[in-house]
């Protein structure tokens, strides 16, 4: 996603955090707020980096994952939206597929031997031979993609909305579906997401911010802060979000970037 269409928002904590529950979020990296009236303070993990990698800062990332201990990408904005694998080490693009001209590529994940990849508004889903990235199918589903996943059984796609879809990975038919809530409300702007040891790891949009979100209910238990990270970099526009996480499952390592981002980083794992 790429362009804010509402503001407002809520403090939720003291940790140089604000967003929004019910509209588009908003972050302070400025901002030292009491904690809610509805409870205390929520689980934060400020994240730690352990390790810092290349990226090309002329990607503009909507999805990234591992597949087989390889790390893959996909980027938007239309005529330059991409599938690409990437080499770890130094950021450069080992090979890449480019998206018809029309479409504004967006969130993306592996299936078996398979890349699937959303796009924007065309409500038009890719899937890409992983070896080849020779385009195997095409499917249609209803409103914006964003955000996709997959937790082994089911594909999960976030539209920016709190609604996060399961699909059938072959058919792409919802399954089920389930409303994103912290402290009982709704949290929309979830974007690009990430399955991890049993959560749905969701960046939200326009905030340093990543919610870990239980797959069942859809309760957020917890967030991890990446303002400190953000503001270590010079980006170049506001757009230029968070907006990027990858798990490499064999390696037991979290990876994040964002969107034009010079830089990639390994993170902590969050604690339990």
């Not at 904690?35 to 800062?57: C, E, K, L, N």
């Not at 996909?74 to 770890?88: F, I, M, N």
């Not at 990027?244 to 970037?257: C, E, N, Q, S, W």
Request: net charge neutral; aromatic share 10%; proline share 5%.
């Amino acid at each position: 996603m790429h362009r804010l269409t509402r503001a407002g928002g809520i403090a939720i904590t003291g940790v140089a955090l604000a967003m929004l529950v019910g509209a588009a979020p908003v972050v302070s990296r400025s901002v030292s707020a009491p904690a809610s009236s509805q409870g205390t303070a929520p689980q934060v993990t400020i994240a730690r980096v352990i390790a810092t990698y290349p990226h090309d800062s002329g990607a503009f990332t909507q999805g990234l994952f591992f597949h087989q201990g390889r790390l893959f990408e996909s980027t938007g904005q239309r005529g330059r939206s991409s599938v690409r694998e990437v080499d770890l080490a130094t950021g450069k693009v080992r090979r890449a597929v480019q998206l018809p001209a029309r479409y504004f590529g967006e969130g993306s994940t592996a299936w078996n031997d398979s890349i699937v990849s959303l796009t924007w508004q065309h409500g038009t889903a890719f899937r890409w031979d992983v070896a080849t990235f020779r385009k195997t199918g095409e499917f249609r589903y209803p409103g914006e993609g964003w955000g996709l996943t997959q937790d082994g059984e089911s594909l999960i796609l976030s539209d920016g909305s709190p609604t996060l879809r399961f699909l059938n990975p072959a058919s792409f038919a919802e399954r089920r579906r389930v409303t994103v809530t912290w402290r009982g409300r709704p949290v929309d702007q979830l974007n690009e997401l990430e399955f991890v040891r049993g959560e749905v790891l969701a960046n939200i949009w326009h905030t340093d911010l990543i919610a870990r979100i239980d797959p069942d209910s859809g309760v957020i238990g917890g967030f991890i802060d990446l303002s400190a990270v953000t503001a270590s970099l010079d980006l170049p526009d506001r757009e230029a979000v968070l907006n990027g996480i990858a798990f490499d499952d064999k390696a037991g390592k979290l990876y994040v970037t964002g969107k034009n981002w010079p830089s990639l980083f390994e993170i902590a794992l969050p604690e339990d």
